[in-house]
């Protein structure tokens, strides 16, 4: 049987259904998208610096409703990790996923794209100074006031369109060679986003 294709998303997810990471929206639309017997899943590593000591998966994945079906097919990992424990998680996905709400920089983005993987992330943030149609995929998004986060009262974050997200999901499922060469830009590009290069 050949191995999956495989969504990965990295990134903290404390506040849940509001949390401005997007983990939420990677797997509401993952769920809806690929819910039949497709060989296909999507790894789940959640940051727990972020996370307060009540925290709790299973309710947090409770209250998005998610499709059973499509629930199987996620696999979760939530753990503090070495820098050389990261690489081998990237280099088990074969594109990064990150449907943002709002990032100054989107680090995991730029680490993904070190690692070969071409991106699917939210066309507004940080990530977009880099993360571009040559080496990933753009999510539509609407910008909605943001009420529930006092220390960004006042802003606006952006969500992704769901349906839109789907449909790159769907795309990347289907075009796997284009997936392939858009990762090999995608290296390439964060050549110029080294920790070195910036201090320059």
Same mark, same amino acid.
């Given at each position: 049987?050949? %191995? /999956?294709?495989?969504? @990965?998303? #990295? ?5 849940? =259904? ?7 929206? *990677? ?19 959640? %940051? /727990?610096?972020?996370? @307060?000591? #009540? ?5 947090? =994945? ?7 079906? *499509? ?130």
């Amino acid at each position: 049987m050949n %191995n /999956p294709f495989v969504f @990965l998303m #990295n990134k903290g997810w404390s506040k849940g =259904i509001n949390d401005r990471g997007g983990i939420q929206w *990677g797997l509401i639309a993952f769920c809806e998208e690929f819910c039949k017997d497709e060989n296909v899943e999507l790894i789940v590593r959640i %940051n /727990p610096t972020y996370n @307060l000591p #009540n925290w709790n998966l299973d309710e947090e =994945i409770q209250k998005l409703n998610l499709n059973k079906e *499509g629930l199987k097919k996620v696999k979760f990992t939530i753990e503090l990790t070495t820098y050389e424990n990261l690489v081998k998680l990237y280099h088990q996905g074969n594109i990064f996923l990150s449907p943002t709400m709002g990032d100054a920089f989107n680090l995991p983005c730029l680490e993904a794209m070190a690692c070969e993987l071409s991106v699917i992330t939210t066309n507004f943030g940080g990530q977009t100074d880099y993360v571009n149609e040559g080496n990933g995929w753009l999510i539509n998004y609407d910008l909605v006031d943001v009420t529930w986060d006092i220390m960004h009262e006042g802003n606006k974050w952006a969500k992704p369109n769901i349906q839109h997200l789907q449909q790159l999901m769907r795309y990347v499922f289907e075009h796997q060679n284009e997936v392939k060469k858009k990762g090999k830009q995608a290296l390439k590009d964060s050549q110029n986003w080294t920790w070195k290069q910036s201090a320059k």
